[in-house]
């Protein structure tokens, strides 16, 4: 569990764990997986906003639930830098996490692969493939999206390539 | 769709709706309550506990004050601050507020007590007291730390009634402890008789309670003692007075004292100081005299004036009968001798006899009539006079007297009143030596170097008192009439025949015998100071009879050495005529020693003695000794013992030459003898006269007519042969031969030359019968009638026969010649 914050780590052992291991091809057992991973999303939430730490919104796409949108944000310096998230359920999964994207920021960091997919730590797929099949989608926002965030948007704020809506609103007008 | 995942989706979405709490930081907070008070909502001082997580307000920090010190009673503010967790200068600034604000509390040194706390702790002592009967504050005040004074000002009002018993001098006593204390106290002031520092009582007492109390018993202070013992004088359960607040005088020795002193003084009408300081009365005469203010005090006792009445009329008693008295003989024992002077001068009749002269007093307490005085003093007069030819005739009668003289003498010089004496001898010294120097003058004696001499003087006396002796010629007491003189020589050496006070003292006490019988302790006390008085009396009368007797000397002191020079010229001329004659013998030594020693005995022993005798006189005239006799016989001769003390008595320098004189005398040389005699000659101011040829002559042929008439008459055969051969050799050699019996037959031989062969013969057989007859003479024995009675007879007769022709020789010659 090394290379997370204290923080990190709390709120991650206190998000539920699953115990269905099931794909999107596997018929009811997925459904049951679903159903679990709505559980855990919803303590998540609740548990974040207790907090005062909402920090994201998604919902599923399509009835199946492979697929999901939504929105994150982060507070930097008072003002929200708030982008737009997507991701889809591998074949695999669970046991291959999903890739989350984050399509505005695609080409401004390098932190990132092709198509606005961020890249995860090194620690975070061993911890994944051990923690299989008990880890949902929670758990990926909370030890793959949240780190990420912290790390990358004070950096891109501060060279200037992510720009506050109402800056971009005025410099637009100027 | 499975309704179970679409409810889940819907609580999903419901879930993320949901509004999130909003939580503000601690620094926000902080801003907060800043913005506040700049905004002043808040309107009152905040403060922040030790922690800086929390605000609390004053009134809060007061009233949790309160509620600590409620509980507790007692806090210090340090652990006040401990306690609410606000820094300690909030905490004592708002104690201060709560203490003051609260008459139930005060701050001490650090820390709030309440009332409350203190009634609880008086409660504590309360018991402790009843069970221990007292207790220390000081012990109280270390219990509870707090001060002493804190101590007593809080028990203070406690007393009574929460604590039951009483503070004193920092200690708290039961009331059953106090009353036995104070029982005791009273019993021990009840208890003394005598005057007394109470601070020995107390001690005792504090002995007595700790013994009683064991080592558990606390000290009692004095002062305790003091207080109970101040309270019981006050209540009148003790009586007496109390004098620097230490010094206790019962009533009952008051009392005592004074009905001693007053029973004492109205029996014997008199009282000593010593009794009073013995009764413990420190200044006796002032507290006599407000006593008995008609009475006297005097310096060691107090009278009343019946005393002086008593005194007066034994003392006018005294006066009149011309006697005296000894005041202190009538007087108490305790009186002293100040005592008595003081007396006597308070006594009317001896302030009259003193003005009229009627009275004096001596030694401060005896009281002499004039009368008595004038009878001691005829009295003594006479003895003076018998003293002084006591003392001049040099009898045995004044031996033991001059004893005493002696014996006293080193203890004379201490006494205080010799002074006087000293120096009225002194000045009699220099009255006579200036007087002596008139009587030489006037006695044309030249005026010798020795004259005024203070050591001339000191041996005069002696001197003359010798000259007279031997002019008396008591031979028999002279060798112990020289040791007594030797005495009398020391004794008077200081006082020149005045008489001593020592020997007036003697002579006082021998005529007034009732100084003895009177029984007094030392009759010096009162012979002295009565010899001392009539002492300038007697020595001026003295002085005037030395005086007349000096002029009187001075005219025999004259003619004796008139007397004395003649004699010694014409014996001295004498004696150098002979002395030339010695020459003619020079050649023979034993016969020369022969003549010259006969020569030193005949003629000049008479010199000497004659000298010798008579300047002993002369002293003694020039001392103003009466002399009685002036004849001093010619013939008198002195052994040389004699000789020698008289010569010892002479003067310094005067006596050492005559004791080479009469060291000479004794010689063998004549002209030894010579200069000997012509140094004290010189010595003693008289003239020795050279011979010169004319007088030589002159003396000469007297003595060959002299001799010439001598031999004509003489009708011993053998007296007549000296005297022949005497002649023969003044008519041959023109000198004076006198020759001894022994040197005779020489002087004859020598004449063998110049005589003719007839004369001669006559001249030798002459001589060797007069020897075979002195030898037959001195053969003879008394009472026999033998032979040689007839032979000294016959023989006799056979000079007798011859002598007209020895005669005839001599006188032949001698008429041929001259």
């Known amino acids: ?174 | 769709m499975d309704d179970e995942l679409v409810e889940l989706q819907k609580q999903f979405e419901s879930a993320q709706q949901a509004k999130s709490s909003i939580r503000l930081s601690d620094r926000n907070v902080v801003e907060l309550v800043q913005k506040l008070h700049e905004l002043h909502i808040i309107d009152f001082d905040l403060l922040h506990t030790v922690s800086g997580k929390e605000y609390i307000t004053p009134d809060q920090l007061r009233h949790e004050i309160l509620v600590e010190v409620k509980r507790l009673g007692r806090i210090s503010l340090i652990d006040l601050a401990d306690a609410i967790g606000v820094d300690l200068y909030h905490v004592e600034k708002q104690a201060q507020h709560v203490v003051s604000d609260d008459p139930g509390l005060m701050l001490i040194q650090g820390e709030i007590i309440s009332q409350s706390y203190w009634d609880s702790v008086a409660e504590e002592i309360n018991e402790r007291l009843q069970e221990c009967s007292q207790v220390a504050l000081a012990e109280l005040a270390a219990q509870l730390h707090v001060s002493s004074e804190m101590v007593t000002s809080v028990l203070e009002p406690r007393l009574g009634t929460t604590v039951k018993g009483r503070l004193e001098a920092g200690q708290l006593y039961t009331p059953a402890y106090v009353a036995r204390v104070t029982a005791m106290v009273r019993g021990a002031a009840r208890a003394i008789t005598v005057p007394t520092n109470l601070s020995v009582l107390w001690s005792s007492l504090q002995q007595l309670l700790q013994e009683m109390e064991g080592a558990s018993g606390v000290a009692v202070e004095g002062s305790f003692f003091q207080s109970l013992f101040n309270g019981l004088v006050k209540e009148g359960e003790i009586l007496g007075s109390l004098r620097a607040g230490v010094h206790w005088t019962p009533n009952v020795f008051a009392i005592a004292q004074k009905e001693s002193i007053d029973s004492f003084f109205s029996q014997n009408s008199f009282i000593s100081y010593d009794v009073l300081q013995k009764l413990r009365i420190p200044q006796p005469d002032q507290f006599l005299q407000s006593r008995y203010p008609e009475c006297i005090p005097l310096v060691t006792t107090f009278i009343h004036p019946s005393m002086i009445e008593m005194l007066d009329a034994a003392i006018e008693d005294a006066l009149e009968h011309g006697s005296w008295m000894d005041s202190l003989s009538i007087l108490p024992m305790s009186f002293g001798s100040q005592d008595a002077s003081k007396l006597l001068s308070l006594c009317p009749s001896i302030q009259q006899g003193l003005k009229s002269d009627k009275a004096i007093i001596f030694g401060e307490s005896f009281v002499f009539s004039s009368a008595f005085i004038k009878d001691v003093y005829d009295r003594l007069e006479k003895e003076m006079e018998t003293f002084i030819v006591s003392s001049t005739s040099g009898t045995m009668v004044s031996d033991d007297l001059q004893e005493t003289k002696v014996g006293h003498e080193t203890s004379r010089f201490t006494e205080s009143n010799e002074t006087v004496s000293d120096s009225s001898s002194n000045k009699q010294t220099m009255e006579k030596g200036s007087k002596k120097k008139k009587g030489r003058v006037a006695g044309n004696m030249g005026a010798g170097a020795a004259d005024g001499d203070p050591e001339n003087q000191d041996s005069v006396p002696t001197k003359s008192k010798k000259n007279q002796r031997k002019g008396k010629n008591s031979s028999s007491a002279q060798v112990a009439d020289s040791k007594a003189s030797a005495k009398l020589v020391k004794s008077k050496e200081e006082n020149l025949n005045i008489p001593s006070e020592d020997w007036m003292m003697n002579k006082i006490a021998t005529l007034v015998p009732e100084f003895e019988e009177q029984g007094l302790d030392d009759p010096q006390t009162i012979i002295r100071p009565l010899a001392n008085y009539v002492r300038p009396m007697l020595i001026n009368s003295w002085k005037e009879r030395r005086k007349a007797l000096f002029t009187e000397n001075a005219e025999r002191m004259k003619h004796l050495l008139d007397n004395l020079q003649k004699k010694l010229d014409e014996s001295f001329l004498n004696m150098q005529l002979y002395e030339k004659a010695l020459d003619l013998f020079e050649d023979d030594p034993s016969t020369s020693v022969i003549l010259h020693r006969h020569l030193l005995r005949t003629t000049a022993t008479t010199i000497v003695d004659m000298l010798l005798l008579n300047l002993d006189m002369h002293n003694k005239l020039k001392n103003g000794v009466e002399v009685e006799d002036t004849q001093i016989s010619e013939s008198s001769s002195l052994n040389p013992g004699e000789r020698t003390s008289i010569a010892k008595n002479f003067p310094g320098s005067l006596s050492k030459k005559a004791l080479v004189v009469v060291e000479a005398l004794e010689g063998k040389r004549v002209e030894t003898f010579m200069t000997a005699l012509r140094d004290i000659a010189e010595e003693s101011g008289l003239l020795l006269k050279k011979l010169d040829k004319k007088l030589e002559r002159t003396l000469l042929h007297s003595y060959q007519k002299d001799l010439a008439s001598q031999v004509s008459a003489e009708m011993d055969p053998v007296s007549v042969l000296a005297e022949v051969v005497s002649l023969l050799y003044v008519q041959i050699h023109h000198k004076a031969l006198q020759a001894p019996g022994r040197a005779i037959a020489v002087a004859v031989s020598r004449l063998k030359d110049k005589l003719d062969e007839s004369a001669f013969k006559i001249l030798t057989e002459y001589q060797t019968a007069t020897v075979t007859l002195l030898a037959l003479i001195s053969a003879a024995s008394g009472d026999e009638e033998d032979c040689t009675s007839d032979r000294i007879l016959s023989k006799r007769e056979l000079l007798e026969n011859q002598m007209p022709a020895l005669k005839g020789l001599v006188l032949r010659t001698g008429t041929s010649q001259s």
Not at chain 1, 24 to 47: C, F, N, V
Not at chain 1, 110 to 135: D, S
Not at chain 1, 149 to 156: F, V
Request: with cysteine; glycine share 6%; aromatic share 10%.
């Open chain 1, 1 to 174: 569990m090394e290379g997370w914050d204290p923080n990190t780590k709390s709120t991650l052992t206190q998000i539920p764990l699953l115990t269905t291991k099931a794909g999107p091809r596997d018929g009811p057992a997925w459904t049951q997986r679903l159903k679990e991973e709505y559980k855990s999303l919803i303590a998540y939430t609740q548990m974040n906003k207790s907090n005062d730490n909402d920090w994201f919104r998604i919902s599923a796409a399509n009835p199946e639930g492979t697929r999901w949108t939504g929105k994150c944000w982060y507070v930097h310096n008072l003002l929200k830098y708030e982008f737009d998230l997507q991701f889809d359920i591998p074949v695999t999964y669970p046991a291959t996490a999903p890739e989350l994207e984050l399509p505005q920021l695609d080409g401004k960091t390098q932190k990132m692969y092709r198509g606005g997919k961020i890249c995860l730590t090194v620690h975070f797929k061993p911890l994944w493939a051990k923690n299989c099949p008990r880890f949902g989608i929670a758990h990926a926002l909370c030890l793959g999206l949240a780190p990420w965030l912290a790390a990358e948007i004070p950096i891109l704020v501060d060279s200037g390539m992510v720009k506050h809506k109402d800056d971009a609103a005025t410099s637009a007008e100027s």
